[in-house]
């Protein structure tokens, strides 16, 4: 008879993906519509769940789901970050096994329609990104970030690549002015969360748009990941670090020289994959940045 082969349970969670809701807010006359998704996720004391089949310890995943909504009701209009503060808080009072609950919102902003330069107390267009939060809180405290995603950002000059390392298989011209195209994906770590969120939200966009266009000596999409960070950091006090993930979106010129033509950099193809990603943090530190 072979020897019963020992085993252990390693790390686990459980929860929920995939809670889409939307929730109106009426106001004399004038609405207002929040669109979100949220997905959770316990981890704790649950090794009988697995080792012995005891779900005594187990708060229903559809309990999660329902909580949403039921939260969502006391204060329809609640930014996402202090959503994910008190669905988190309301997630280990009720699974007293629990040690963590960590959620994820994503928002789809929706901007009110004009209509003869008024807007329409009812009507919306779906905005072009998304904001995003993530809370993660234990029994000894919680740590918030927010962020955003799908923010297209392009400028047709004022970047360059060049002096790059090269080897036997390198094809790549260096180029001193060219498209620069992403598809932006932040998060940033807040420094408290007595906030206003939608506050420091927009602040944190604004500069990391304002420092994209005016990063007029570009070397690289490191070099402009840098700058948008430093500018974060330095106009937003709250925010004590920014990850970016910047997926470089190439738009290379076509030769026109087969249909008898010049490209004076006019005519391109759009290509989104395969793309460069550039990753990196910038983080908050005593004194004064370097120039």
Same mark, same amino acid.
């Given at each position: ?5 020992? /085993?252990? &349970? ?37 090794? +009988?769940?697995? *080792? ?17 909504? /039921? ?20 997630? &280990? ?12 919102? *994503?928002?789809?902003?929706? !901007? ?16 072009? =990104?998304?904001? *995003? ?20 950002? &392009? ?18 011209? /260096? ?18 969360? +007595?906030? !206003? ?8 966009? !604004? ?16 070099? *402009? ?23 470089? &979106? =190439?738009?290379?010129?076509? +030769?026109? /020289? ?13 290509? !989104? ?19």
């Amino acid at each position: 008879m072979a020897p019963e082969v020992g /085993a252990t &349970l390693g790390p686990n969670r459980y929860g929920k993906a995939g809670i889409r809701l939307a929730t109106v807010v009426r106001r004399d006359g004038q609405h207002e519509f929040f669109e979100r998704e949220v997905e959770v996720r316990l981890e704790g004391e649950f090794e +009988d769940v697995h *080792t012995k089949g005891d779900n005594a310890s187990v708060l229903p995943t559809d309990t999660m789901r329902g909580s949403v909504y /039921a939260l969502a009701k006391q204060r329809p209009d609640e930014g996402i970050e202090a959503f994910a503060l008190r669905y988190t808080d309301y997630l &280990l009072d009720a699974s007293p096994a629990a040690t963590r609950a960590e959620t994820w919102i *994503t928002e789809r902003p929706w !901007d009110r329609v004009q209509i003869e330069g008024r807007p329409h107390p009812h009507s919306f267009t779906r905005g072009a =990104h998304r904001w *995003t939060a993530h809370a993660l809180r234990e029994r000894g405290g919680v740590r918030l970030s927010a962020g955003l995603d799908e923010l297209y950002v &392009l400028k047709t000059t004022g970047s360059a690549f060049a002096g790059f390392l090269e080897d036997r298989y390198t094809t790549l011209p /260096a180029t001193d002015d060219r498209i620069m195209a992403t598809n932006l994906e932040a998060e940033w770590r807040y420094g408290s969360t +007595d906030l !206003d969120f939608g506050v420091e939200r927009r602040c944190v966009k !604004d500069v990391i748009v304002h420092a994209f266009a005016h990063h007029d000596e570009s070397n690289s999409v490191q070099h *402009t990941l840098w700058e948008m960070g430093r500018a974060v950091v330095d106009s937003c006090p709250s925010v004590d670090e920014i990850w970016f993930s910047l997926p470089n &979106l =190439h738009h290379i010129a076509v +030769d026109l /020289a087969p249909y008898g033509l010049r490209n004076e950099g006019e005519v391109f193809v759009v290509t !989104d994959t395969p793309s460069g990603r550039i990753e990196g943090t910038v983080r908050r530190t005593e004194g004064a940045f370097p120039a």
